[in-house]
């Protein structure tokens, strides 16, 4: 039978070609078509879940993995039903943190693989065992399943071994072989780039690397992943910075002192992370609260950080420091000397539970609390701990947290010449990571010591600089994309493309070819994002401008963002949400029975917390009574209009302007967030 003979055939068919031209939203609207209308075979169950998962839908890719695993139970196909259910447990470690269904999912595999093998399903077994006893902290079972993912992945499956690589050389890192582990994560680098990986696996490869190097405080070579990873999004269609990497772009941008726009991608990935199943939510609240303490709103920080503890994240050590800026020493050390003695274990992937890599932000405060309830002793032990993990993990961003903490212990006990050398030092580091708060603070300390000594303009020097930096923090200018300087003679100027609306029809130039394009609401969307490159709108903006309500109140729409994401409302689950947490919790129950059984109390306690959490989740769909809240989320909805008009607009240029089409169809990009961004070397320039 030929691929068109029959409806459903030719919607897969379709959806296939869509996926070989990189049009994954495209693919994925096809194959949901064809699975509505029941005509998608099982055997594509794990095309809709990789391509759902491309697209953006992860409530898609694990429902279609499910079932594809209970299709192969049907067919009695045991090893396609294990890597089912693999990839069941990957998506939900990698993207909800819910450890206890990933337990549940993996046991499953294992029962149906019965013992050791050498097929992808065992290599891809072997990356999830791994970053599931990683995330748990159990660092020595990792080891042991990372070298199957990597030795079984590198005879049959390049992509397991490159991720199981990444895995590898984390663990190498908490291990204190931080250059075997750094060179390692630069051969699973070259794997990303090389081509020779699956969209979804590269994809993952670049993240985890990203990951692994920000844990590591590596901000520098982490960027230029980040942007490596950018370029490879663009160029293969796979969209922008979602979520997780918010997360992280959000910290460097704190790091470098540019705290508004870091504020507003701590916001945004708030909003992108906070659908169902989303446990991670906390993490980029916790880093909003951060970012706020560094702007000085002790009140803003204390909101997010206690939302973020509301999420089942740990708000240490940004809490403890939340109570010493309010003046309550006495909280502050209490609340510090709690987060070392008991540490939760949150899974973290940047900072393992029971490594030093997490310990370190902890000593750090630490050392900064005890000193202001003038216990000198205990950050004395403190700054000592935190220098040998700076010397163990050979990064600047903790020698020079551990070269401030020395100097502040050192001016507490009237070391005064120890504390100007070593803050100096913390602040020469601190510059050189381009650190401007740290820095600022070292500079406070150095006065302190200048001042100890007797030299007091000396002091008065460092004291009008840290506070110059200081001040200038929250209005400090946030990172934009590079623009041609018209008044450059050595810039060759590109010819203005024309994107002109007249009455019911669009003047559109490109290459110096002209064409006339019928009104559509997708153009005017399109203008919108063509006037400002690299500027990321929210659809919900786009539909305002489009009802002449405005998109530029970029206040409004962050506190539009923080109402949402930090109190208790939140979006409300539909019923396929609803259903997958029932399903959630089922799981996460059957991982408590066991742990109970086997008397182990530290999974219980973390199977409880995750069943907490699902509740929560679960209650906010309800009001009083039992009733169902309203499903429908506007932000979802004004997502979908936007990308259908955008898609349609894109398609009818193309109509009459081909190479435009193809211009537009690689550059602008859509979701909850839209752009257009075209490549700063094309030069490429629009009037409207």
Not at 64 to 78: G, K, L
Not at 516 to 545: I, N, S, Y
Request: net charge negative.
């Amino acid at each position: 039978m030929s691929e068109d003979a029959g409806p459903g055939l030719g919607l897969v068919g379709r959806a296939r070609s869509a996926v070989a031209q990189g049009d994954w939203p495209q693919a994925f609207d096809l194959l949901v078509a064809a699975d509505a209308d029941g005509l998608l075979p099982a055997s594509d169950l794990p095309l809709l879940g990789e391509v759902a998962y491309t697209a953006g839908h992860l409530d898609v890719t694990i429902e279609a993995w499910e079932r594809a695993h209970a299709a192969s139970m049907r067919a009695d196909d045991h090893v396609a039903a294990a890597g089912a259910a693999v990839r069941v447990a990957m998506h939900l470690l990698f993207d909800t943190a819910l450890m206890a269904p990933v337990r549940g999912w993996l046991a499953r595999a294992d029962r149906l693989l019965d013992g050791p093998g050498r097929t992808p399903v065992h290599a891809w077994l072997g990356v999830v065992r791994a970053y599931e006893r990683m995330l748990t902290g159990d660092l020595s079972a990792a080891r042991h399943w990372v070298r199957q993912a990597v030795e079984v992945g590198s005879a049959c499956d390049p992509a397991a071994a490159a991720i199981g690589r990444v895995a590898e050389a984390r663990l190498l890192i908490l291990d204190g072989d931080v250059q075997q582990g750094l060179a390692l994560l630069d051969q699973a680098g070259v794997a990303a780039v090389s081509g020779d990986l699956d969209p979804l696996s590269t994809g993952v490869v670049y993240c985890e690397l990203v990951c692994a190097l920000q844990g590591l405080a590596q901000y520098d070579v982490a960027e230029q992943w980040t942007e490596a990873m950018e370029r490879w999004c663009q160029a293969s269609a796979m969209g922008s910075l979602h979520g997780r990497c918010r997360v992280h772009r959000a910290e460097v941008l704190r790091l470098r002192g540019s705290c508004d726009e870091a504020e507003r991608q701590a916001l945004m990935a708030c909003e992108e992370l906070r659908p169902y199943l989303r446990r991670e939510l906390g993490w980029p609240l916790n880093e909003l609260g951060r970012i706020r303490l560094h702007r000085g709103d002790v009140a803003g920080a204390e909101e997010a950080l206690l939302a973020s503890h509301r999420a089942g994240w740990d708000p240490q050590p940004g809490l403890a420091l939340v109570r010493l800026a309010r003046g309550d020493a006495a909280a502050a050390v209490a609340s510090i000397r709690d987060a070392l003695e008991r540490p939760l274990r949150v899974p973290s992937k940047e900072r393992p539970p029971n490594t030093d890599l997490q310990r370190a932000p902890l000593l750090e405060a630490q050392v900064q609390i005890e000193i202001a309830a003038g216990d000198i002793g205990r950050a004395r032990s403190a700054a000592d701990e935190l220098t040998l993990v700076a010397a163990r993990f050979e990064n600047k961003p903790l020698a020079a947290a551990a070269a401030l903490a020395r100097g502040r212990v050192r001016l507490a006990d009237g070391d005064a010449a120890g504390a100007e050398e070593s803050s100096s030092d913390a602040a020469r580091l601190w510059n050189e990571v381009g650190a401007p708060y740290e820095a600022a603070h070292a500079r406070l300390t150095l006065a302190a010591a200048h001042a100890a000594r007797g030299s007091e303009h000396r002091a008065a020097l460092e004291r009008r600089a840290a506070r110059a930096i200081l001040d200038g923090i929250e209005a400090a200018p946030s990172p934009a994309p590079a623009r041609l300087d018209p008044h450059d003679d050595e810039q060759p100027m590109a010819s203005a493309n024309v994107f002109r609306r007249e009455g019911d029809y669009w003047s559109v130039t490109f290459d110096g070819d002209t064409v006339r394009v019928r009104d559509l609401k997708g153009m005017r969307h399109l203008a919108r994002l063509l006037a400002d490159p690299g500027r990321e709108f929210h659809v919900l903006d786009l539909v305002a401008a489009e009802a002449g309500h405005g998109a530029d109140d970029d206040g409004h729409r962050a506190a539009e963002l923080a109402q949402s994401t930090l109190g208790d409302a939140g979006e409300m689950l539909d019923a396929r949400a609803k259903e997958a947490y029932r399903r959630r919790l089922a799981e996460i129950d059957d991982d408590l029975a066991e742990a109970h059984e086997t008397g182990d109390a530290e999974r219980a306690a973390q199977s409880e917390a995750e069943r907490d959490f699902l509740l929560q989740e679960l209650a906010r769909a309800f009001g009083l009574s039992g009733r169902e809240r309203r499903a429908a989320s506007a932000s979802e909805r004004a997502r979908a209009a936007v990308t259908r008009a955008v898609r349609q607009a894109i398609a009818r240029i193309a109509e009459h302007q081909p190479r435009l089409g193809e211009h537009l169809g690689r550059t602008i990009r859509t979701g909850t967030y839209c752009a257009y961004l075209p490549d700063p070397r094309a030069q490429t320039r629009w009037e409207l």
